[in-house]
């Protein structure tokens, strides 16, 4: 069955590094990847959609990578600050349109 | 424009009880995706409705069911409670799913069956 997997340890670094995170997935070939960011009682907010023929993906400070091989995608959030803190999802769809399946998500801090 | 909203935001409710959520979705959007979220299980999809129709399902028992209005507005439904339900209740929704992809998420509703 389809399964995606993220660092489930949290991720902690300090504030101006840059922090990776990594989503893995296995029996499976996704037109297209998202992550997502989530803080504590809110719901996710969408961040960035990679596609199976895109390789790289930046928006101001973050990068999406997205290896069909491998199939693998790293999360980059460069020169980090603390309000990057969160947890932070990939999802990819499966069997539908908005059909999307989560990855547990990793918990990123970034420290002062 | 506004965001999705959802109420309640919280919720009690008794095993063996029912209960109905509510979203409205951004304007314009026509897809409305649920999805329950638990610490043991994360995000989970349960459905989605397209039209007032269900276009797609998860793997949750009959108890779950939705609908969506003319208005795009949805409701889902779980009846018969069971103390695992407890869970937050989010809804998504997006433009159409074919052409725009990301999904906009409500705050969410937080059931606690007791």
């Known amino acids: 069955s389809q399964k995606i997997e993220q660092n489930s340890e949290a991720l902690n670094i300090q504030e101006g590094k840059t922090a990776t995170l990594t989503c893995n997935y296995t029996?499976?070939?996704?037109?297209?990847l998202q992550w997502y960011r989530q803080d504590p009682g809110r719901g996710p907010v969408f961040l960035l959609l990679?596609?199976?023929?895109?390789k790289e993906k930046r928006k101001e400070r973050l990068k999406v990578t997205f290896d069909t091989t491998l199939k693998q995608s790293l999360f980059h959030i460069t020169a980090s600050q603390p309000a990057d803190s969160a947890t932070y999802l990939c999802?990819?769809?499966?069997?539908?349109?908005?059909?999307?399946?989560f990855g547990a998500g990793t918990r990123l801090a970034v420290h002062p | 424009k506004a965001g999705v909203t959802q109420t309640p935001r919280y919720l009690i409710k008794t095993r063996g009880q029912q209960v109905t959520l509510s979203c409205s979705p951004i304007?314009?959007?026509?897809?409305v995706s649920w999805y329950q979220q638990t610490p043991g299980q994360g995000l989970q999809f349960l459905f989605e409705?397209?039209?007032?129709?269900?276009?797609n399902k998860g793997n949750f028992p009959g108890r779950f069911s939705g609908r969506q209005f003319s208005n795009s507005r949805s409701e889902m439904n779980v009846s018969t409670l069971e103390l695992g339900d407890s869970a937050l209740y989010l809804c998504?929704?997006?433009?159409?799913?074919?052409?725009?992809?990301?999904?906009?998420f409500g705050p969410g509703t937080r059931l606690t069956v007791t």
């Open positions: 029996n499976y070939s996704p037109a297209y």
């Open positions: 990679i596609r199976e023929n895109e």
């Open positions: 409705y397209f039209s007032e129709t269900q276009r």
């Open positions: 304007s314009g959007h026509r897809s």
């Open positions: 999802a990819l769809p499966t069997g539908g349109y908005n059909k999307l399946i």
């Open positions: 998504a929704s997006s433009l159409d799913g074919q052409s725009s992809y990301e999904q906009y």
